[in-house]
């Protein structure tokens, strides 16, 4: 079956069909503090609302959560469904609900999928991140304790913007969404909801790294939320989501934790060298498109049922608990900072060589490739070795003090090293994107990494494929 259009899914009212029963009408969550429009919070480029909500006797000094909408949603049905003035109330923080409108897309979906408007200091990116200003200069809030979460459309934003803005957000939740600036068109976008893009975690995390060049860390904490039955935005999303994010933190793709959770949820953590879980990935199963909530008066429920909001478990809950916002403290990692300028470089087809700034008071240091440690020198300089020729690899670092404390890891670096003779692949359009070396869009055939045409996908179009790279394709008929 062809891929749905880029303006189908999150872009339009057909593709957000839930695939479940009608849901019940949605009943406000009980709040005992304001809703209101808040105007005159910046320049806003992006031409967003802001709306907040405040508990009452909020201190200063209290934690901020921004909350995205999802296409055909607004601030108010987030405000009422979502369960996080539940958690407002209880732990005592603040909550910006942003709102975007038919007069930025048709749908009033946030435009995650378009580069003009979701990257550093562009657009609705920077219209949220101007409230979040606002914010703490009406409300006090902590800046080091400010977080991001939102659903579908704002799922992908609350993506872009952690990887905009890690020196905003120190945490993020993505519920049903996509993985940071995935797609940079809208004509890119129904790919990343359908398929697999074949990107290695560490493309995935150079993604990332690339929205804001030069920063050294510390990265945001994030939870990944998916229901198994999504076929609005396939549960790949999230295993894409895992990879990137884990790759960012510089930890491993295999969790380090597993627990059973209400609801039909499988909660897997991905800890860091110190054992805080930097990564969280609930998958709902059973659950179609939608945030998951759970109606009630128990400690772990909350929200209201309605489109889009899906009688599962209460998601709010739990992603309050991993940012840390019960405990009134944000998460620390013990041990001397992270190493800044950490680069690498390939030697030869089978090593890499590492270089960093020395950390005051370090003894040696721990060198992690793609998670797992690799080495433990004693001075700025490290040679990974006996590695596989054309394969990229991602690092990083972390000083070891005298009381032999491993301290916060560095921002992660790829490099790949020296590679072998392309491998070249010749079939049929259609099986080349079941072997995954091509996707299909509309009934046409495009190289994956590359995105080069190459006609009907059927069994009659053949075409021969060169691979240059982890996940990336080009054009090869006749010269392989």
């Not at 969404?177 to 790919?191: F, I, R, V």
């Not at 470089?345 to 890499?352: E, M, N, R």
Request: one cysteine or more; a negative charge.
């Amino acid at each position: 079956m062809p891929l749905r259009p880029a303006v189908a899914a999150l872009l339009t009212a057909a593709a957000l069909t839930i695939g479940t029963a009608t849901p019940t009408p949605a009943v406000a969550d009980t709040a005992s503090g304001t809703f209101q429009q808040v105007a005159g919070f910046g320049a806003n480029p992006g031409n967003l609302a802001m709306y907040s909500y405040t508990p009452a006797g909020l201190p200063a000094g209290a934690p901020l959560v921004v909350a995205l909408h999802g296409c055909l949603q607004s601030a108010n049905d987030y405000y009422r469904n979502s369960g996080w003035t539940t958690f407002a109330d209880r732990y005592s923080f603040a909550v910006v609900f942003p709102q975007t409108s038919s007069a930025n897309n048709s749908l009033s979906c946030f435009s995650w999928f378009d580069a003009a408007k979701d990257a550093r200091g562009a657009g609705e990116a920077e219209s949220v991140v101007e409230m979040v200003a606002k914010a703490k200069a009406l409300y006090g809030s902590d800046g080091h304790r400010v977080f991001v979460t939102g659903l579908s459309a704002g799922g992908g934003m609350a993506a872009d913007l952690l990887a905009d803005y890690p020196d905003v957000f120190a945490g993020g939740a993505i519920d049903s969404g996509l993985p940071a600036h995935c797609a940079t068109t809208q004509g890119a976008a129904s790919g990343c909801q359908n398929a697999d893009q074949g990107l290695t975690p560490a493309q995935w995390g150079d993604k990332v790294r690339a929205a804001y060049p030069g920063y050294a860390g510390p990265w945001p904490r994030v939870a990944i939320w998916q229901g198994s039955a999504d076929t609005v935005v396939e549960p790949v999303s999230a295993t894409e989501l895992r990879d990137q994010w884990t790759n960012v933190q510089g930890v491993g793709q295999r969790p380090t934790g597993t627990r059973t959770l209400p609801g039909g949820t499988t909660e897997e953590d991905y800890a860091d060298a110190g054992g805080q879980p930097v990564v969280a990935l609930f998958t709902v199963s059973g659950m179609g498109h939608g945030l998951a909530v759970n109606p009630g008066t128990g400690t772990d429920q909350c929200g209201a049922i309605g489109s889009y909001f899906l009688n599962t478990i209460c998601s709010s809950y739990y992603t309050a608990l991993f940012w840390g916002l019960d405990s009134g403290t944000g998460p620390t990692t013990p041990g001397l900072p992270a190493p800044a300028g950490l680069t690498a470089a390939p030697v030869d087809q089978g090593s890499i060589a590492l270089s960093w700034q020395a950390v005051s008071g370090a003894t040696s240091y721990r060198v992690y490739r793609d998670g797992a440690l690799a080495g433990s020198p004693t001075g700025a300089t490290f040679t990974d070795t006996g590695l596989a020729s054309g394969t990229a690899y991602g690092y990083t670092v972390a000083a070891v003090d005298t009381a032999g404390t491993v301290g916060a890891r560095s921002a992660a670096v790829t490099a790949t090293t020296g590679g072998s003779t392309p491998q070249c692949f010749t079939d049929s359009n259609y099986n080349q994107v079941r072997a995954g070396r091509a996707t299909q869009s509309g009934g046409l055939t495009y190289a994956f990494g590359s995105g080069q045409g190459m006609g009907l996908w059927n069994t009659f179009v053949t075409h021969t494929l060169k691979q240059t790279g982890p996940g990336y394709f080009v054009l090869a008929d006749g010269q392989c």
